[in-house]
């Protein structure tokens, strides 16, 4: 079974991925973040470094469905595949930080790997308002992601809507600004009861 949790940067992916695979002893599988050789450099120009992270990102997470898709464990993903292509090429694109002729090219790799790729049994997305993405990424403290533009957040927000607006799949929506799931035990069981229900058929606990 493959779970992916989804969502914009700082809105609690990798926190949740953690819990969630200890909790139900689940396989996680995370974003390539601390050794990500374009990140820093990515931050520092966007449209120099864009298309090399984003072909960077597509290779780790079409490696990582390919793995899934082999193994016979319950596999937790932090980010999934479709919001490489779905959300951050296409904003970047947008924002002209991403060359047409990039993108293009971009998007036919995408093409390709996606009739290979077979969707999540169970799409966790936690939707995060930007005030909140915003403290969470301070709170974070990661030097690289100090010069994050708010336009930039706010770009993939709204990608993130429209897309999670039209995902065909079996989907969980979070409340991000609102579930305290990393420091609130209550708040996390509100979680694992709406999985267990998505998942096995149990009804949520009042």
């Given at each position: 079974?493959?779970?992916?949790i989804a969502?914009?940067?700082?809105?609690?992916?990798t926190?949740?991925t953690?819990m969630l695979?200890?909790h139900?002893?689940?396989?996680p599988?995370?974003e390539?973040v601390?050794y990500?050789?374009?990140l820093?450099?990515y931050?520092e120009d966007?449209?120099r470094w864009?298309?090399?992270l984003?072909v960077?990102f597509?290779?780790?997470r079409?490696?990582?469905?390919?793995?899934?898709s082999?193994?016979?464990d319950v596999?937790?993903?932090?980010?999934?595949i479709y919001?490489d292509?779905?959300?951050?090429?296409?904003?970047l694109?947008?924002?002209g930080l991403?060359?047409t002729?990039d993108f293009?090219?971009?998007?036919?790799?995408f093409?390709?790997?996606?009739?290979?790729?077979?969707?999540p049994?169970?799409?966790?997305?936690?939707r995060?308002?930007?005030?909140?993405?915003v403290?969470?990424i301070?709170?974070?403290?990661r030097?690289?992601?100090?010069s994050?533009?708010?336009d930039y957040?706010?770009?993939?927000?709204?990608r993130?809507e429209?897309w999670i607006?039209?995902y065909e799949g079996?989907?969980?929506i979070?409340?991000?600004?609102n579930?305290k799931?990393?420091?609130?035990?209550?708040?996390?069981?509100?979680?694992?009861?709406?999985?267990d229900?998505?998942?096995?058929?149990?009804?949520p606990?009042?």
């Open positions: 079974m493959h779970i992916g969502g914009n940067i700082g809105c609690g992916k926190t949740l953690k695979a200890e139900y002893g689940w396989t599988k995370f390539s601390d990500n050789p374009y820093e450099d931050y966007m449209a864009s298309f090399n984003q960077y597509l290779n780790k079409f490696q990582d469905v390919v793995a899934i082999k193994s016979s596999i937790i993903q932090d980010r999934t919001e292509a779905n959300i951050f090429a296409p904003n694109h947008e924002m991403m060359s002729r293009e090219n971009y998007s036919e790799l093409s390709l790997m996606m009739s290979l790729v077979k969707a049994d169970l799409l966790i997305y936690i995060s308002t930007i005030p909140n993405l403290s969470q301070q709170k974070r403290g030097e690289y992601e100090k994050i533009r708010i957040l706010t770009g993939l927000n709204n993130y429209n607006n039209n079996r989907l969980l979070l409340d991000g600004d579930l799931f990393a420091n609130n035990p209550d708040d996390f069981r509100i979680i694992t009861d709406k999985i229900a998505e998942l096995f058929g149990l009804f606990r009042e």
